[in-house]
């Protein structure tokens, strides 16, 4: 999926990768998250192959949205909290992370607030928008106070430009001292990030 790939990507800078449909964006990311093992080459975080770290201390450093986020039957302060399982109970710092992925206007407005129940598979079920699912899954991402490693793989698709542009914002000014990576189809989004990577059939371009 990926061959010659070769990037170093120093703390405070922001990364946007670019590219169309199956191009090897998302793949990439899972192989930073470890979730995939390359076969071929090295990944290395502070100097050290990813395989070298223990994976509770690499996961509890990197924060990772994908496109295709879950949807947890869960309540709402749940469906954030397991962003930092140990921090669940834990409602300023859920209020931080929902400020932070702007969901907490709508959640001020829910009857219960996080202990209000999402979906539809437990009686009383609250169904949200798909862009406020998206907000709750970017609030999630959030919770990861000391992640060195902030991913947004399209996490705003479902939100239009303006949301998008407040939450990267955002982004840039939460990763002043970490490293953060972008994926996104809009160029007022990428236009942000301090460098511009373009992957096409797996390599760089």
């Known amino acids: 999926a990926l061959s010659g790939v070769d990037l170093h990507l120093p703390p405070g800078r922001k990364l946007a990768l670019v590219g169309h449909n199956g191009s090897g964006k998302t793949t990439l990311i899972k192989l930073l998250a470890r979730l995939y093992t390359p076969d071929q080459g090295r990944i290395t975080l502070d100097?050290?192959?990813?395989q070298a770290w223990s994976l509770?201390?690499?996961?509890?450093?990197?924060?990772?949205?994908?496109?295709?986020?879950?949807?947890?039957?869960?309540?709402?302060?749940?469906?954030?909290?397991?962003?930092?399982?140990?921090?669940?109970?834990?409602?300023?710092?859920?209020?931080?992370?929902?400020?932070?992925?702007?969901?907490?206007?709508?959640?001020?407005?829910?009857?219960?607030?996080?202990?209000?129940?999402?979906?539809?598979?437990?009686?009383?079920?609250?169904?949200?928008?798909?862009g406020q699912w998206q907000k709750i899954a970017l609030s999630r991402a959030f919770m990861r106070t000391d992640a060195q490693?902030?991913?947004?793989?399209?996490?705003?698709?479902?939100?239009?430009?303006?949301?998008?542009?407040?939450?990267?914002?955002?982004?840039?000014?939460?990763?002043e001292d970490r490293m953060a990576i972008l994926i996104s189809h809009r160029f007022s989004t990428v236009r942000m990030a301090d460098h511009i990577v373009v992957l096409d059939h797996g390599q760089v371009v």
């Open 56 to 130: 509770d201390a690499l996961r509890a450093r990197i924060g990772v949205i994908f496109q295709d986020f879950v949807r947890y039957q869960f309540t709402v302060g749940e469906n954030i909290g397991v962003g930092a399982v140990e921090h669940l109970q834990d409602e300023e710092r859920l209020d931080a992370a929902s400020d932070k992925g702007m969901a907490l206007p709508f959640i001020d407005e829910l009857p219960e607030r996080y202990g209000t129940q999402l979906g539809r598979w437990f009686m009383n079920g609250r169904e949200l928008s798909i």
């Open 47 to 50: 100097g050290l192959p990813l």
């Open 149 to 175: 490693l902030l991913v947004l793989d399209e996490p705003t698709a479902a939100m239009d430009a303006e949301a998008e542009s407040l939450i990267f914002q955002r982004l840039a000014d939460l990763s």
